[in-house]
């Protein structure tokens, strides 16, 4: 039951390939239809507005995410949809559609990270990026992979090239182009593990130049995760609409995963606002403020309110990509799924850092957790 709606997800994704295929036997020209997948990181039910409205009186109501309300009101809101309580579990199933237990290498990893570097998704496992990729669309990944990272436990800095011989990449699992972090949480700024190793790559090349100091210098580095994954994803909108080939567009989401920062604290850890007194950070206080009515002081000390404006940025880099998928008028032709890979987490670290994610009217669990807090998801599609 758990695993259902997951493959259903992937099956459905699939009938897409499938209405493309039959399509290339009729003689009139078919403009295929573009998939978008969001997967979003954390997720809880009542972190999104349009699903806290189902539960919730109007004045209760906290979570502003207009542009996935958007996507509700102008799609299927999907009020019962599950997934697995952790994260590979549900990459795995979604992207495969298989179910866990078919997996030769991931059955027995309830986490799959940097821990299990010989783990990951295997060469004779098909994903839905390769089916469409079969039948003509460019497909890409930009965001979170977590389906085998390879061996990334390295000392800072690391020396490219590195991780080229990973057979659990993105690249070799049907997706043209990848953009993103192989493991399973990062450091929103310096995309790091803690202060452990350095996590961000393109295709197979780690975005990481030494400055000579052991520092990095590459431009992506100290902007914020969220904002590089939208941006990334409206390029690729941008390139996709000027060759006029259909795409499958796979987006796992970084947030509202908590942070890999080298501090590990509930203020540490939400990295969306930082505290303004830090020169390298942008002035996220525009996020903050849109919930100072109803948490007028807290910045710093209100969970809830760190939380909600991290999924604030990240709904508003879904909001980028409807607007440039209109200016190309490609909005009607293009299937978009939005989901969760899991509930939402209000605490961690035997509830030693408190997180502040909202699993609405199911109070009893939230993720790692088989109860309705850990499994029941937002979706929309």
């Known amino acids: 039951m758990v695993n259902r709606d997951t493959v259903i997800l992937a099956t459905v994704c699939g009938l897409a390939v499938v209405w493309v295929a039959e ?41 502003k995410t207009p542009h996935i309300d958007s996507l509700a009101r102008n799609g299927v809101r999907l009020s019962d949809f599950y997934a697995h309580p952790v994260c590979t579990p549900s990459r795995y199933c979604l992207l495969t559609g298989w179910h866990l237990g078919r ?21 004779h496992e098909e994903t839905i990026a390769e089916l469409f ?38 690249n070799a699992h049907g997706f043209d182009y990848f953009y993103g ?17 350095f996590d961000w790559f393109e295709n197979r090349n780690l975005l990481f130049e030494d400055d000579g100091h052991g520092n990095n210098a590459h431009a992506d580095h100290h902007r914020y995760a969220t904002h590089l994954v939208a941006e990334k ?58 919930f ?7 910045d710093e000390t209100n969970w809830r309110k760190r939380l909600l404006a991290m999924v604030r940025a990240l709904d508003e880099g879904i ?23 899991n509930g939402g987490e209000t605490c961690y670290g035997k ?15 939230d993720k790692a957790t088989l109860y309705e807090g850990g499994i029941r998801v937002p979706t929309v599609v």
């Open 23 to 63: 399509s290339q036997s009729r003689a009139e020209e078919v403009r295929h239809p573009n998939v978008i997948l969001i997967l979003a990181d954390d997720l809880g039910y009542g972190d999104v507005g349009c699903f806290q409205e189902l539960y919730e009186a109007a004045d209760q109501r906290d979570a």
């Open 103 to 123: 997996s030769s290498d991931l059955r027995d990893v309830n986490v799959l990270d940097y821990d299990y570097p010989e783990q990951g998704l295997r060469a």
């Open 233 to 290: 994803a409206v390029e690729l909108i941008d390139q996709y609409a000027s060759s006029r080939k259909p795409f499958f567009l796979y987006l796992p989401l970084v947030a509202p995963h908590w942070a890999q920062t080298a501090e590990q604290t509930s203020l540490a850890v939400h990295q969306l606002p930082l505290r303004e007194s830090d020169p390298t950070s942008p002035n996220f206080r525009r996020y903050l403020k849109q």
């Open 292 to 298: 100072d009515d109803r948490y007028p002081a807290s």
């Open 319 to 341: 909001g980028q990509l409807m607007e440039r998928l209109r200016m190309h008028g490609l909005e009607e032709h293009t299937i978009i799924f939005f989901t969760s890979d």
């Open 181 to 197: 972090f192989l493991g399973g949480s990062i450091d929103y700024i310096t995309h790091n593990k803690r202060d452990l190793f």
């Open 133 to 170: 990729q079969e039948n003509g669309y460019a497909t890409a990944a930009v965001g979170k992979w977590h389906l085998g990272s390879g061996q990334m436990s390295v000392p800072l800095p690391p020396t490219p090239p590195f991780n080229q011989e990973n057979l659990h990449h993105p």
């Open 351 to 365: 509830n030693e850092i408190l997180y502040g994610s909202d699993n609405g009217p199911f109070t009893r669990g």
